[in-house]
């Protein structure tokens, strides 16, 4: 294959190909965010003062953040597979009165605190039998998610997108949501996609519910963190008729804001490779209205935001995601925008201040403040350190998966099993 | 598992990565060195084994960062950075090599060469002072054994009770010191010609124990041996013995010098002149020290033919060249000759100090020889007449079956008058028992050990003049046989004569100079220390590497001061008042 790759006719075809992308999608990118460019300079882009080095807060608080990681080939017998999941919860304290900080909090203090070791690793098997596969799925997810009454599962989201008119699974069967009360009933029903499942698909999904509960488990442990930080984006995709989650998934986010909210906890997810386009261009008009050298954040309102939505994001209906806020941030010239998405509800309440965007200003630069000052350590700089840190403590590298597929032969020579090795096929046939 | 691990000091790391001869170690972030030896523990396949690793290099390590550069960098730049709890992730990853491992065999540690590989992810262990001291004594015995001190086995910047010496037995392997000026040679010269003088009273306080008596003839070109260099020296080691003690261990003197009238009172008693005749000195001692054309050699043999021990004298008699003899032969050789002449201890007539120092050579005693106030060449042929003497005379011991076959030898190899002077005193020491010529002699491996140093060696032992008749080719060569070592003391390697490096079976390394002369080290040492050059490098005065052809391990030495030494062992010097009540009840 290299004497294809190393050809001018392979960079013609990339040539070609980009080519084509920035004449039909980047200049109508372009043109589209031209449109909004006056609302983002002036508007939605800002500054964010930093903490100075050495402050002391009156009361340090402590921040958390959660990051799993996983194999869907662990091992395959016959048509069944078994996933390997892990997750990682990092507490750190903001310890500036001690000089030092973001100090994590030791590893026993946490596991007592979270009732688990960390970081967190577990296995799950899954069958592609059609009917058993999403049984299966639905009992996995109750077993991973630790909220398994249904009615507890899915009201949460329906509160918030109703602003609070859904309280009782009753309150459904008056809503436009009675048609769909069947499949509400339990957690094989919430799988909308039963049938189409992919081994992937049931991999995201499954860590997905992982890196849930680990966040549910911090937010209601004594730890009592300011801020927990989830890995990616608080992104729901919802039936398009029933409006409403077509995975557990979706309610399991939702019940986790909801927990959090109540617990008083800034729930947020950051997102390094985002889909936001035009984030280069925002980039460079946030550089041209603070400076270069500057910290800056960049609201992306959606249609119900005072202004409404922006034109760049007319088409793509998954930005804001359903009951988010997302915003784009830099923390140093060296680093491209990475976005942040926020529970919306919990926006509403303690951001936003309706009728005084100034106010509103405020109170994002105090949470920016927040943000930046967890995003220094000198290694991962610009980028959240308690989520850094989670990253690293979880991600399965790839020896570590081939160890714990060897120990996972062991396992099924001790059970008598053994010829049905876990090392992939291909590996027979020197492929 | 038979070991308390406590016992090795402090858990420091777990092996990563290596193979026999090399390991890669992760450890805490502690303040390690270069030359640090570590123990790993392992037990695989139900061995218990502790491995030594001896660190040559370390690097800072980061968990979760792969570039350090780049964080470096981002402190610098971004100026209000920061590194959350760093300290947990602030790890050592130190490099080094293998030395071997311990392993109990018949109830007894044997140290074996790193043939093996220590378990995965095996603890290692800091060896701590105080701590591991016993431990490492009893697994490395067969490797630090011996009863010529040459230090403490080092531990990076600390060292261990865990005396290094060398064995008697091996010492006419010869041995070399090598070190650049202010590495301690003179230090380790006084220890070791302390632990002689202590091995040997051991030997005469329990007579039924064997024990090799050891002699040394020591070059001293400083005059420092005797007075010591800061605060004692070896007289204060004769001086804290009692009578009895000192006449068994050093008899009437032990140290040698050109003008006894010079000397402070209280030495002088312990020493006499330096002369040695012109009728002791042979052909060959001088071909040793310096070059002779073809002509010379050819003209000295044929005056040595006729004149025998009287050949120099005749020599510096002749007025003009014989007949047959190139014309301007006579007057190189009698240049040569000149500095005999003029010397004050080259005397054509007199009494020589060589009977007395076979004597005391052939009873186990040590000489300190002050060369300080002769030249470079008077010395260099005192150390070769010495030698030579020595190793003629063992040399006739060895070749003969009875003490008359001795007597025919010896006149043979040696100065008629020198011979007569000691033949008596020989036949004693040589005899298995009896006087007559009939009489047995004994192999000269059952008598003392003899070593003579060789200082500013590669004036006399380089290529040039090892290619001709030296001295101490043979010796170097045949020494073992006679049980006669060589000292051989050296500020560099590269210089000496391949045959010599060759033959020396010890080598104690102390700081060298330059890259070339670590090199020349490396390279010449009787077992492989390659990848061990960064270890000279950071090298102190008093510290050396110890290598030997005999042991598996090169042993990195700390030579503690004399003065140390003295002050710790000067009350041992005396008999114990247990010792005297003893004999006074016998009595």
């Given at each position: 294959?290299?004497?294809?790759?190393?050809?001018?006719?392979?960079?013609?075809?990339?040539?070609?190909?980009?080519?084509d992308?920035?004449?039909?999608?980047?200049?109508?990118d372009?043109?589209?965010?031209?449109k909004?460019?006056e609302r983002?300079r002036?508007?939605?882009?800002?500054?964010?003062?930093?903490y100075?080095s050495d402050?002391?807060?009156?009361?340090?608080?402590?921040?958390?953040?959660?990051d799993?990681?996983?194999?869907?080939?662990?091992?395959?017998?016959n048509?069944?597979?078994?996933?390997?999941?892990?997750?990682?919860?990092?507490?750190?304290?903001?310890?500036?009165k001690?000089?030092?900080p973001?100090?994590?909090?030791?590893?026993?203090?946490?596991?007592?605190?979270?009732g688990?070791?960390?970081?967190?690793?577990?296995?799950y098997w899954h069958?592609?039998v059609?009917?058993?596969?999403?049984?299966?799925?639905?009992?996995?997810?109750?077993?991973?998610?630790?909220?398994?009454k249904?009615?507890?599962?899915?009201?949460?989201?329906?509160?918030?997108?109703?602003?609070?008119?859904?309280?009782?699974?009753?309150?459904l069967?008056?809503?436009?949501?009675?048609?769909h009360?069947?499949?509400l009933?339990?957690?094989?029903?919430?799988?909308?996609?039963g049938?189409?499942?992919?081994?992937?698909?049931v991999?995201?999904?499954l860590?997905?519910?992982?890196?849930?509960?680990?966040?549910?488990?911090?937010?209601?442990s004594?730890?009592?963190?300011?801020?927990?930080?989830?890995?990616?984006?608080?992104?729901?995709?919802?039936h398009?008729?029933?409006?409403?989650?077509?995975?557990p998934?979706?309610?399991?986010?939702r019940?986790?804001?909801s927990?959090a909210?109540?617990?008083?906890?800034?729930?947020?997810?950051?997102?390094?490779s985002?889909?936001?386009?035009?984030?280069d261009?925002?980039?460079?008009l946030?550089?041209e209205?603070i400076g270069?050298?500057?910290?800056w954040?960049?609201?992306?309102?959606?249609q119900?935001?005072?202004?409404?939505?922006?034109?760049?994001?007319?088409?793509?209906?998954?930005?804001?995601?359903p009951?988010?806020?997302?915003y784009?941030?830099?923390?140093s010239?060296?680093?491209?925008?990475?976005?942040?998405?926020?529970?919306?509800?919990?926006?509403?309440?303690d951001?936003?201040?309706?009728?005084?965007p100034k106010k509103?200003?405020q109170?994002?630069?105090?949470?920016?403040?927040?943000?930046e000052?967890?995003s220094?350590?000198?290694?991962?700089?610009?980028?959240?350190?308690a989520?850094?840190?989670?990253?690293?403590?979880c991600?399965?590298?790839?020896?570590?998966?081939?160890?714990?597929k060897?120990?996972?032969d062991?396992?099924?020579?001790?059970?008598?099993?053994?010829?049905r090795r876990?090392?992939?096929?291909?590996?027979d046939?020197?492929? | 598992?038979?070991?308390?691990?406590?016992?090795?000091?402090?858990?420091?790391?777990?092996?990563?990565?290596g193979n026999?001869?090399?390991?890669?170690?992760?450890?805490?972030?502690?303040?390690?060195?270069?030359g640090?030896?570590?123990?790993?523990?392992?037990q695989?396949?139900?061995?218990?084994?502790?491995?030594?690793?001896?660190?040559?290099?370390?690097?800072?390590?980061?968990?979760?960062?792969?570039?350090?550069?780049?964080?470096?960098?981002?402190?610098m730049?971004?100026?209000?950075?920061?590194?959350?709890?760093?300290?947990?992730?602030?790890?050592l990853?130190?490099?080094?090599?293998?030395?071997?491992?311990?392993?109990?065999?018949?109830?007894?540690?044997?140290?074996?060469s790193?043939?093996?590989?220590?378990?995965h992810?095996?603890?290692?262990?800091?060896?701590?002072?105080?701590?591991?001291?016993?431990?490492?004594?009893?697994?490395?015995?067969?490797?630090?054994?011996?009863?010529?001190?040459?230090?403490?086995?080092q531990?990076g910047?600390?060292?261990?009770?865990?005396?290094?010496?060398?064995?008697?037995?091996?010492?006419?392997?010869?041995?070399?010191?090598?070190?650049?000026?202010?590495?301690?040679?003179?230090?380790l010269?006084?220890v070791?010609?302390?632990?002689?003088?202590?091995?040997?009273?051991?030997?005469?306080?329990?007579p039924n124990?064997?024990?090799?008596?050891?002699?040394?003839?020591?070059i001293d070109?400083?005059?420092?041996?005797?007075?010591?260099?800061?605060?004692f020296?070896?007289?204060n080691?004769?001086?804290?013995?009692?009578?009895?003690?000192r006449?068994?261990?050093?008899?009437?003197?032990?140290?040698?010098?050109?003008h006894?009238?010079?000397?402070?009172r209280?030495?002088?008693?312990?020493?006499r002149?330096?002369?040695?005749?012109w009728?002791?000195?042979?052909?060959?001692?001088?071909y040793?020290?310096?070059d002779?054309t073809?002509?010379?050699v050819?003209?000295?043999?044929?005056?040595?033919?006729?004149?025998?021990e009287?050949?120099?004298?005749?020599?510096?008699?002749?007025?003009?060249?014989?007949?047959?003899?190139?014309?301007?032969?006579?007057?190189a050789?009698?240049?040569?000759?000149?500095?005999?002449e003029?010397?004050?201890?080259?005397v054509r007539?007199?009494?020589?100090?060589?009977?007395?120092?076979?004597?005391?050579?052939?009873?186990?005693?040590?000489l300190?020889?002050n060369?300080?106030l002769?030249?470079?060449t008077?010395?260099?042929?005192?150390?070769?007449?010495?030698?030579?003497?020595?190793s003629?005379l063992?040399?006739?011991a060895?070749?003969?079956?009875?003490?008359?076959?001795f007597?025919?030898?010896?006149?043979l190899?040696?100065?008629?008058?020198?011979?007569?002077?000691?033949k008596?005193?020989?036949?004693?020491?040589?005899?298995?028992?009896?006087?007559?010529?009939?009489?047995?002699?004994?192999?000269?491996?059952?008598?003392p050990?003899?070593?003579?140093?060789?200082?500013?060696?590669?004036s006399?032992?380089?290529?040039q003049?090892?290619?001709?008749?030296?001295?101490f080719?043979?010796?170097?060569?045949?020494?073992?046989?006679?049980?006669?070592g060589?000292?051989?003391?050296?500020?560099?390697?590269?210089?000496?004569?391949?045959?010599?490096?060759s033959?020396?079976?010890?080598?104690?390394?102390l700081?060298?100079?330059?890259?070339?002369?670590?090199?020349?080290?490396?390279?010449?040492?009787?077992?492989?220390i390659?990848?061990?050059?960064?270890e000279?490098?950071?090298?102190?005065?008093?510290?050396?590497?110890?290598?030997?052809?005999y042991?598996?391990?090169?042993?990195?030495?700390?030579?503690?001061?004399?003065?140390?030494?003295?002050?710790?062992?000067?009350?041992?010097?005396?008999p114990?008042k247990?010792?005297?009540?003893?004999?006074?009840?016998?009595?």
């Open positions: 294959m290299l004497e294809r790759i190393l050809t001018d006719e392979f960079r013609n075809q990339l040539k070609a190909t980009f080519m992308i920035r004449e039909t999608q980047e200049k109508k372009e043109n589209e965010l031209a909004d460019e983002l002036h508007k939605l882009i800002d500054s964010i003062e930093p100075r402050v002391v807060f009156d009361t340090d608080y402590m921040v958390s953040a959660v799993g990681s996983g194999s869907s080939e662990l091992a395959t017998l048509d069944v597979r078994v996933h390997l999941l892990s997750t990682s919860t990092i507490v750190l304290g903001t310890n500036t001690n000089g030092a973001f100090m994590p909090m030791d590893r026993v203090t946490l596991e007592a605190a979270l688990r070791a960390q970081p967190y690793v577990n296995s069958s592609g059609r009917g058993d596969a999403r049984e299966k799925m639905a009992e996995t997810l109750e077993d991973i998610y630790p909220v398994s249904i009615p507890d599962l899915i009201l949460p989201f329906f509160r918030d997108t109703t602003n609070g008119q859904i309280q009782s699974i009753a309150d069967s008056n809503s436009r949501y009675s048609e009360a069947a499949m009933q339990t957690m094989e029903s919430l799988i909308f996609y049938q189409f499942l992919t081994n992937t698909h991999h995201d999904e860590r997905k519910a992982s890196e849930y509960a680990a966040a549910r488990a911090v937010i209601t004594d730890i009592r963190p300011k801020y927990v930080l989830l890995d990616g984006a608080m992104s729901m995709f919802l398009q008729v029933g409006q409403y989650p077509i995975m998934t979706g309610f399991m986010l019940e986790l804001c927990v909210r109540d617990k008083r906890v800034v729930l947020c997810a950051v997102s390094k985002h889909t936001i386009p035009g984030a261009r925002i980039a460079e946030a550089e209205v270069k050298s500057n910290k954040f960049c609201f992306l309102p959606g119900d935001d005072p202004g409404g939505g922006l034109h760049i994001l007319e088409k793509r209906t998954y930005i804001p995601p009951l988010a806020v997302p784009l941030f830099s923390f010239q060296d680093n491209r925008p990475s976005r942040i998405d926020f529970d919306r509800v919990w926006w509403l309440q951001i936003f201040v309706a009728g005084d509103t200003r109170n994002e630069k105090a949470l920016f403040r927040d943000i000052f967890m220094r350590d000198a290694r991962w700089y610009g980028y959240p350190v989520l850094a840190l989670a990253h690293e403590e991600k399965l590298s790839y020896e570590d998966l081939r160890l714990a060897e120990i996972a062991d396992v099924l020579q001790e059970l008598g099993m053994g010829i876990t090392v992939e096929l291909r590996e046939y020197n492929l | 598992m038979t070991l308390d691990v406590k016992t090795l000091g402090d858990l420091y790391g777990k092996v990563a990565i026999q001869a090399m390991l890669g170690i992760m450890g805490n972030n502690r303040d390690i060195s270069v640090e030896i570590f123990m790993v523990y392992s695989r396949d139900g061995h218990e084994r502790v491995f030594f690793f001896r660190v040559s290099a370390l690097q800072n390590y980061l968990r979760h960062v792969d570039d350090m550069a780049r964080v470096a960098g981002t402190l730049i971004e100026g209000d950075a920061y590194l959350s709890g760093i300290k947990r992730d602030m790890l990853e130190v490099e080094g090599k293998m030395l071997g491992y311990a392993e109990m065999e018949n109830g007894k540690y044997a140290f074996k790193p043939r093996r590989l220590p378990d992810l095996a603890d290692v262990y800091r060896p701590v002072p105080g701590v591991s001291d016993k431990t490492v004594r009893e697994m490395l015995s067969s490797q630090t054994g011996g009863e010529v001190l040459i230090g403490d086995l531990v910047e600390a060292t261990l009770d865990v005396p290094v010496g060398i064995p008697a037995k091996f010492l006419p392997m010869h041995m070399g010191i090598y070190g650049s000026t202010g590495s301690g040679k003179s230090n010269m006084m070791m010609i302390k632990s002689i003088l202590d091995s040997n009273l051991e030997g005469i306080r329990s124990e064997p024990r090799t008596r050891i002699s040394a003839f020591c070109p400083h005059d420092e041996f005797a007075k010591g260099v800061t605060k020296g070896i007289q080691v004769v001086e804290a013995m009692d009578q009895d003690t006449s068994a261990v050093i008899g009437d003197f032990y140290y040698l010098t050109t006894l009238k010079a000397t402070p209280e030495i002088q008693r312990y020493g002149e330096i002369r040695i005749l009728e002791e000195i042979l052909p060959h001692d001088l040793t020290i310096m002779f073809p002509q010379m050819s003209f000295i043999d044929a005056q040595y033919a006729i004149n025998k009287n050949w120099i004298s005749a020599i510096l008699d002749l007025t003009e060249d014989p007949d047959m003899v190139q014309k301007g032969t006579l007057n050789v009698q240049r040569r000759l000149r500095f005999i003029r010397s004050p201890i080259f007539s007199g009494s020589s100090i060589l009977d007395d120092v076979f004597v005391a050579m052939e009873t186990g005693r040590v300190v020889v060369t300080s002769m030249s470079d008077e010395q260099f042929l005192l150390t070769t007449v010495v030698a030579r003497s020595i003629d063992r040399r006739a060895k070749s003969s079956g009875t003490l008359g076959d007597e025919t030898q010896g006149q190899r040696l100065p008629a008058p020198f011979f007569g002077r000691i008596t005193k020989a036949r004693s020491f040589y005899t298995k028992g009896g006087k007559s010529d009939d009489s047995g002699v004994r192999d000269p491996r059952e008598m050990v003899i070593l003579v140093t060789v200082e500013e060696a590669p006399i032992l380089n290529p003049l090892m290619q001709g008749q030296s001295v080719k043979d010796i170097s060569r045949q020494g073992r046989k006679f049980n006669i060589l000292v051989v003391i050296s500020q560099q390697v590269s210089v000496l004569d391949n045959v010599i490096l033959q020396m079976n010890t080598q104690v390394n700081r060298l100079g330059n890259e070339h002369e670590i090199q020349a080290c490396v390279d010449n040492a009787s077992i492989n390659s990848g061990m050059e960064n000279f490098r950071v090298m102190v005065k008093g510290d050396a590497i110890l290598t030997a052809s042991r598996e391990l090169p042993l990195p030495v700390h030579v503690p001061l004399f003065d140390t030494l003295f002050e710790r062992d000067k009350g041992k010097y005396k114990s247990t010792a005297r009540s003893s004999e006074k009840h016998t009595l």
